[in-house]
């Protein structure tokens, strides 16, 4: 190459780079905003907990799709041979989320997560299915349970079209990754609407001092549901002027908790109710066109499709030690709701609808004017 054409190309490639990164939207914690007690892992994001892996598609096209894929995996092997772990939480459940009554009867996850739009789940458990047959090792596997979460994304993306198409699901688990996750209007979040403003994926996490285990809890959400916004206890939505009693209430929140602690599904099941107290710390109320699930997954240990021994044993935490990571689920899915709202930027959808973003600098104000900074 011609050095001025390759130096060219270096300092262009330099100014994307950087231009990219200034415009990575702050998050709360950037500004002094904390949620709770407990310290955060490395990337405050559901991948601090060790071994667990996030890939997402977004899909903007013309001025009508705007809707995406988000996946997480509890680990990078074989889900359906090396189960973990799960339990599921119905908040409220106007919602199409798909096999749960199989992880409440047996108490493991044998696929990734998959998160979506409400039309596109059958797509998604397709490509799901796809994904576990074509695995090496699964030649004989005859039943899979697919598990697809899903928001209403129907405001700002033609849901009815059902663009997200097998390939979109593959390519984000092919994708996913360890390390930081993208925010806002990215993957599964690219359509929806949080407490009237932009909604999207968020995520957090808190490490556990060693006193207390020294575990990682991870939540990642899609929030798209209503209610009265409040940031770190301060009634924003009010002092916003933005909340209404009749209108912009229904929608629905999918929240997804992993942690290394070694829980056994009846526990986990009592950190995934935590979770939505985290929920309701934002202002969220559950309508009762609100789709509100909760999918908590322990990567401490894995269950084997197959063995030759007849009992399973692991050792799990006794009830007794199980509050600090209630604690820590509820601190993290506050804040990976309320980042879900900081990331999100403006957008204009299907049928010209528009939905603003949350007036950060504002929101910032009124948290300083409280004594809510730090």
């Known amino acids: 190459m011609i050095p001025y054409l390759h130096c060219l190309l270096a300092t262009s490639l330099l100014t994307i780079v950087q231009s990219a990164m200034a415009q990575t939207p702050k998050r709360p914690r950037d500004y002094g905003i904390r949620f709770g007690v407990l310290p955060t892992g490395p990337f405050n994001a559901i991948t601090d907990v060790p071994g667990v892996l996030v890939g997402q598609v977004t899909l903007r096209q013309d001025q009508t799709i705007r809707t995406g894929v988000t996946a997480i995996l509890p680990h990078s092997g074989n889900q359906f041979q090396q189960k973990n772990p799960a ?22 996850l ?118 009265v916004l409040q940031i770190a206890g301060v009634p924003v939505g009010v002092a916003l002027g933005r909340y209404d009693f009749k209108k912009n209430l229904d929608g629905s929140c999918m929240m997804v908790v992993l942690t290394d602690a070694p ?33 908590a997954v322990s990567t401490a240990y894995q269950i084997p499709h197959e063995t030759t021994s007849s009992f399973d044993e692991q050792k799990v935490l006794r009830n007794d030690n199980v509050s600090p990571l209630f604690m820590a689920v509820i601190e993290a899915t506050e804040e990976a709701i309320i980042n879900s709202l900081f990331a999100a930027q403006t957008l204009t959808g299907d049928q010209g609808h528009r939905v603003e973003q949350l007036p950060v600098e504002k929101v910032v104000e009124l948290i300083r004017k409280a004594g809510q900074l730090h």
């Open 110 to 227: 044998e696929t990734p997560i998959i998160l979506t739009n409400t039309l596109s789940v059958p797509t998604a458990a397709d490509a799901l299915i796809d994904y576990t047959l074509a695995q090496k090792g699964n030649e004989q596997v005859r039943s899979v349970n697919a598990v697809v979460g899903e928001t209403n994304d129907g405001f700002l993306n033609d849901i009815r079209g059902r663009h997200v198409t097998k390939q979109h699901v593959l390519d984000a688990l092919k994708q996913a990754k360890a390390g930081a996750v993208a925010e806002g209007n990215v993957g599964a979040g690219t359509g929806t609407v949080c407490f009237g403003f932009k909604g999207g994926i968020g995520t957090s996490s808190r490490k556990l001092p060693a006193s207390l285990g020294g575990y990682t809890v991870g939540v990642l959400v899609q929030t798209n549901f209503g209610g």
């Open 263 to 295: 829980l056994d599904a009846r526990n986990l099941k009592r950190l995934a109710k935590r979770a939505f107290m985290g929920l309701a710390q934002t202002g969220g109320i559950a309508s009762n066109g609100s789709g509100d699930y909760v999918i």
């Open 87 to 108: 339990a599921i939480y119905i908040g409220n459940g106007f919602g199409k989320l798909m096999g749960y009554s199989q992880v409440e009867e047996l108490g493991t």
